[in-house]
């Protein structure tokens, strides 16, 4: 059974950083896609960041792309997205998201960016 789990949210000041980190179990992590969305208060769930299995390629959304870092380390199954110079607009809960399989979200970790 897939398993992930997000962690390293918290409230942050507007340019401010923080580094969230998913652990993930229940699947062969290093031939899987790996990607990052996030969910304002009542907006949509979308897309942040992904990166490929060996870590060779990366995408982000416009709105976090020069700010935001998605990274990998395959030796303990773990995906992380470095965010810097965040902005209220930021705030919102994240989750990873892995390619094996659909549907299979962890808790989140909640983002509040605010003065």
């Known amino acids: 059974q897939v398993h992930l789990v997000e962690s390293g949210g918290g409230l942050v000041q507007p340019g401010g950083s923080l580094r969230l980190s998913c652990a993930a179990s229940?699947?062969?992590?290093?031939?899987?896609?790996m990607s990052w969305y996030r969910q304002a208060p009542g907006k949509e769930r979308e897309l942040v960041a992904a990166?490929?299995?060996?870590?060779?390629?990366?995408t982000y959304a416009s709105s976090v792309k020069s700010r935001f870092t998605i990274s990998r380390d395959n030796a303990n199954n773990t995906v992380y997205l470095q965010m810097n110079n965040l902005k209220p607009e930021d705030t919102a809960v994240y989750y990873c998201?892995?390619?094996?399989?659909?549907?299979?979200w962890g808790q989140g970790t909640q983002v509040l960016v605010s003065s």
């Open positions: 998201r892995t390619g094996a399989v659909r549907g299979a």
């Open positions: 229940g699947f062969t992590f290093s031939s899987f896609t």
């Open positions: 990166i490929t299995s060996t870590g060779g390629t990366t």
